[in-house]
């Protein structure tokens, strides 16, 4: 399947067949939103996180995420805002639909606490693009070490 974001339908590539877009924007922190230092970097996170396209396919390491429900400035559809704290104290973001579908399932896949559910403290993660008719592209990211 492929996901058409701005459409919000899934291609099925073999048959061409549209589908409804079943994905929800989720909202999720990994961290303790009780300490002050952590309510700080979900401020800064919101007035200062780069956009996850400067990344290219560079890959990052993952130690938090915050996930909250979000709107499309152009399409005016529904989202997923997705800030991703990685090791060296940077913050990305991204209303990309791969991106988010992928990160839920990696925030799962360490149970939402990345210190102690990974070898390291985080996940390194790198973009992968597909592309779409109609200039679109399709991200995701693939996990290269947990």
Do not use: W
Not at 9 to 38: A, C, H, R, S, W
Not at 50 to 76: F, H, M, Q
Not at 84 to 110: H, K, P, Y
Not at 111 to 127: I, L, R
């Amino acid at each position: 399947m492929v996901d058409n974001t701005e459409n919000t339908e899934l291609i099925d590539e073999t048959t061409g067949e549209v589908k409804t877009n079943t994905f929800e924007p989720m909202q999720y922190v990994t961290f303790d939103m009780n300490d002050i230092k952590n309510r700080v970097r979900v401020f800064n996170a919101h007035n200062s996180a780069k956009s996850l396209k400067t990344i290219a396919d560079t890959p990052i390491n993952i130690v938090d995420v915050l996930a909250e429900p979000g709107i499309r400035a152009r399409s005016g559809n529904p989202c997923q805002n997705t800030y991703l704290f990685t090791d060296d104290n940077l913050v990305f973001f991204t209303q990309s639909t791969g991106i988010a579908r992928t990160v839920n399932e990696l925030v799962e896949m360490v149970q939402g606490d990345f210190a102690k559910n990974t070898t390291n403290g985080y996940v390194t993660v790198q973009m992968i693009e597909s592309k779409l008719s109609g200039d679109r592209i399709y991200k995701q990211f693939q996990l290269t070490a947990a």
